[in-house]
C-alpha cells in the first residue's frame, strides 16, 4: 500500500521535477548553462535513476525547512557507554527518553538480563528514534496510519504478564508484612494495583500507548468477583489486565509524547524506594519475632536455617501453590508472636510452659464454664489449638555446639583408647608365654616362680596355708600373673 500510495503521488508531481537544495530551486528541464569558457553549450544533465522520486522529497523537505536545520541529539557511543555500565538500571533508556521502560528496568534488574540482551542490538534503533530524522519520521508517520494500531506480538504479551506477576508479589508480600492479618485485604489491592502498573508500563514503551485507568478497571473487577466466590485471583486478574491493555493501545503519533516524564518518574522511583524501607523494617522485626535470627549465648545474634528454610517452604508453597496467596509471605493464619500473645508465653519458651499455658486458657474459656456465649468460646478454643499447633510444630531446642562437639571429641578418644589396648592385647598373646616357670601347686602348695630363672622349689605349708607361692608357669608380665599359663616341671 505504500508503495502505491507513492507511485500515486509521483505521478501527480511528475508534472513538477523541482530540485531544491538549502533554499535555491533549479528547472531540471531547462537548457543548460553555457560553458563560460567556449560559450558553446554543456551537454545535457543526466538524470540518475529514481530522480523524480528524490526530487519530490527533496522538494517536500526543504519546503518544511526541517533537513537544513536538523541536527542528531543523541549518541549511539553514549548510549552504549550508559548501557554498559549502568544497563541494569535503565540508564540509556532515560538518556534516550524512553522513561517508562526505564522504570521497568530498574525495578526489574534490566528484565532479569533478558532486556539487557535485546538492547544490545536495539539500541541502534531506539537512537534513530530519538533523534527523529524527518525522513524517519515521515516513514514511522506513514506506517502507523496505514497499521493503525501497534501489532501484537508473543514477545510484548510475554513481557507484559511477567512484569505484572513481579510488581503483584513484590508489592503484595511486602504489604503483607506492614499490615497485620486482619488486613491483608490491603495487600491484596495493592498486590492488584502494581499488576496493573507493571502492564501500562510494559504497554507504553517507545511509541506504543495504552489506557491505565481501563487496566486498572479490569483487574479491580477481576479481583472482586474472584474474591466474592473465594477464588485465587492472580490467574484470573492477569489475563485481564493484558486483555484491557492490547484493547486499548494505540500509536503516539507526536514523538516529543511521553507516558512518564522525568520527573514522574524520578517521583514514582523516590516513592517505592520509600515502601521498600518500610517494609524491610516491618520484615526485619518479623524475622526477631519469628526467630528466624536469635540471639546467642555470647550475646550475638546466630541465623536459625531451619526456621528459616520452613518458613521460606511454606511461603512458597501458599504463593504459588494459591496462586497469589500473600499471606504466606508474612505467616501463616497465626504468627508465632501472635500464638505467644494469645496464650500469653514468652519468647523460647519450653513445650512444658507452652502446655500450662494451653490448659490454663482452655480451662478458662470451656464452653460449659465460660459465661459469656457459647459460640465466642468455641471459637477461642479453636484459636487456642491453632496457637499451640503453631508453636509446638516450630519450637526447636537450642543447640549447644560447643557442647556436641566435645562429646564428639570424647567419643572418639575412647574409642581410640579402647582400640589400642585391644592391639596392645593382642602384641602381648603374639609375644609368646613368658618362661614357664616352676611347677604348679595346689591350692596350699607354693608353686614356681614362672620368671624364667631358676624354679624355686614348692613344698607344703600346713601352718601357713594361706601362703602360697606365685602362680606358676605365668606369661611373664605382671597384668598377666593372674591368668596362670601351662605350668613348668
Known amino acids: 500500500r505504500i508503495a502505491r500510495r507513492e507511485r500515486a503521488y509521483r505521478d501527480t508531481r511528475a508534472s513538477e521535477p523541482v530540485l531544491c537544495?538549502?533554499?535555491?530551486?533549479?528547472?531540471?528541464?531547462a537548457a543548460p548553462a553555457p560553458n563560460r569558457r567556449t560559450l558553446a553549450p554543456s551537454p545535457p544533465r543526466q538524470r540518475p535513476p529514481g530522480w523524480?522520486?528524490?526530487?519530490?522529497?527533496?522538494?517536500?523537505?526543504?519546503?518544511?525547512?526541517?533537513?537544513?536545520?536538523?541536527?542528531?541529539?543523541?549518541?549511539?557511543?553514549?548510549?552504549?557507554?550508559?548501557?554498559?555500565?549502568?544497563?541494569?538500571?535503565?540508564?540509556?533508556?532515560?538518556?534516550?527518553?524512553?522513561?517508562?521502560?526505564?522504570?521497568?528496568?530498574?525495578t526489574t534488574g534490566g528484565m532479569f538480563g533478558f532486556g539487557l540482551l535485546r538492547d544490545l542490538f536495539r539500541i541502534p534503533a531506539y537512537v534513530r528514534q530519538a533523534n527523529g530524522k524527518?525522513?524517519?519520521?515521515?516513514?514511522?508517520?506513514?506506517?502507523?496510519?496505514?497499521?493503525?494500531?501497534?501489532?501484537?506480538?508473543?514477545?510484548?504479551?510475554?513481557?507484559?504478564?511477567?512484569?505484572?506477576?513481579w510488581y503483584y508479589y513484590c508489592a503484595g508480600g511486602m504489604a503483607s508484612f506492614i499490615f497485620p492479618t486482619e488486613y491483608i485485604a490491603v495487600a491484596y489491592v495493592l498486590g492488584a494495583a502494581a499488576m496493573s502498573v507493571g502492564v501500562w508500563l510494559v504497554g507504553s514503551a517507545g511509541r506504543e500507548a495504552c489506557s491505565l485507568k481501563h487496566i486498572f478497571f479490569a483487574v479491580i473487577v477481576v479481583s472482586s468477583v474472584c474474591s466474592s466466590l473465594q477464588v485465587a485471583a492472580l490467574?484470573?486478574?492477569?489475563?485481564?489486565?493484558?486483555?484491557?491493555?492490547?484493547?486499548?493501545?494505540r500509536w503516539r503519533l507526536d514523538r516529543h509524547e511521553r507516558a512518564v516524564s522525568f520527573g514522574a518518574s524520578l517521583a514514582i522511583?523516590?516513592?517505592?524506594?520509600?515502601?521498600?524501607?518500610?517494609?524491610?523494617?516491618?520484615?526485619?522485626?518479623?524475622?526477631?519475632?519469628?526467630?528466624?535470627?536469635?540471639?546467642?549465648?555470647?550475646?550475638?545474634?546466630?541465623?536459625?536455617?531451619?526456621?528459616?528454610?520452613?518458613?521460606?517452604?511454606?511461603?512458597?508453597?501458599?504463593?504459588?501453590?494459591?496462586?497469589?496467596?500473600?499471606?504466606?509471605?508474612?505467616g501463616d493464619a497465626m504468627s508465632s508472636g501472635a500464638a505467644r500473645k494469645l496464650l500469653d508465653?514468652?519468647?523460647?519458651?519450653?513445650?512444658?510452659?507452652?502446655?500450662?499455658?494451653?490448659?490454663?486458657?482452655?480451662?478458662?474459656?470451656?464452653?460449659?464454664?465460660?459465661?459469656g456465649d457459647p459460640k465466642e468460646a468455641m471459637d477461642m478454643q479453636t484459636k487456642l489449638n491453632e496457637?499451640?499447633?503453631?508453636?509446638?510444630?516450630?519450637?526447636?531446642?537450642?543447640?549447644?555446639?560447643?557442647?556436641?562437639?566435645?562429646?564428639?571429641?570424647?567419643?572418639?578418644?575412647?574409642?581410640?583408647?579402647?582400640?589400642?589396648?585391644?592391639?596392645k592385647a593382642e602384641q602381648a598373646q603374639e609375644r609368646g608365654f613368658g618362661g614357664g616357670g616352676g611347677g604348679g601347686g595346689g591350692a596350699n602348695v607354693g608353686g614356681g616362680s614362672g620368671?624364667?630363672?631358676?624354679?624355686?622349689?614348692?613344698?607344703?605349708?600346713p601352718t601357713k596355708r594361706k601362703s602360697g607361692g606365685r602362680a606358676g608357669g605365668g606369661f611373664g608380665f605382671p597384668e598377666y600373673a593372674e591368668y596362670p599359663g601351662p605350668g613348668g616341671r
Open 269 to 330: 522511583l523516590l516513592v517505592l524506594g520509600v515502601f521498600i524501607v518500610i517494609a524491610g523494617l516491618y520484615a526485619a522485626q518479623w524475622t526477631l519475632d519469628e526467630e528466624i535470627f536469635v540471639e546467642g549465648p555470647d550475646g550475638g545474634w546466630h541465623f536459625n536455617q531451619e526456621e528459616a528454610g520452613q518458613r521460606f517452604q511454606s511461603g512458597f508453597e501458599d504463593a504459588f501453590g494459591g496462586f497469589g496467596d500473600l499471606s504466606g509471605f508474612s
Open 21 to 29: 537544495v538549502i533554499g535555491t530551486s533549479l528547472d531540471l528541464d
Open 134 to 165: 524527518p525522513t524517519d519520521e515521515d516513514h514511522q508517520k506513514e506506517y502507523m496510519r496505514l497499521t493503525g494500531k501497534p501489532t501484537v506480538h508473543g514477545s510484548h504479551v510475554l513481557a507484559m504478564m511477567v512484569v505484572g506477576t
Open 235 to 249: 490467574l484470573p486478574t492477569l489475563p485481564a489486565a493484558v486483555g484491557a491493555a492490547l484493547w486499548t493501545r
Open 345 to 371: 508465653v514468652r519468647k523460647g519458651a519450653t513445650e512444658e510452659d507452652v502446655t500450662r499455658a494451653f490448659r490454663k486458657m482452655s480451662v478458662q474459656w470451656h464452653p460449659d464454664k465460660y459465661k
Open 387 to 423: 496457637a499451640r499447633e503453631v508453636l509446638s510444630t516450630r519450637r526447636k531446642p537450642k543447640r549447644d555446639v560447643e557442647a556436641e562437639v566435645r562429646e564428639e571429641r570424647a567419643e572418639a578418644r575412647q574409642a581410640r583408647e579402647a582400640k589400642r589396648a585391644e592391639k
Open 52 to 106: 523524480n522520486e528524490f526530487a519530490v522529497r527533496s522538494y517536500q523537505n526543504c519546503e518544511e525547512g526541517t533537513m537544513a536545520s536538523w541536527r542528531p541529539t543523541h549518541s549511539i557511543c553514549t548510549a552504549y557507554m550508559l548501557w554498559l555500565f549502568g544497563g541494569w538500571g535503565g540508564l540509556h533508556h532515560f538518556y534516550l527518553g524512553r522513561h517508562a521502560q526505564a522504570i521497568v528496568w530498574v
Open 451 to 461: 620368671s624364667g630363672s631358676k624354679p624355686k622349689s614348692g613344698g607344703r605349708n
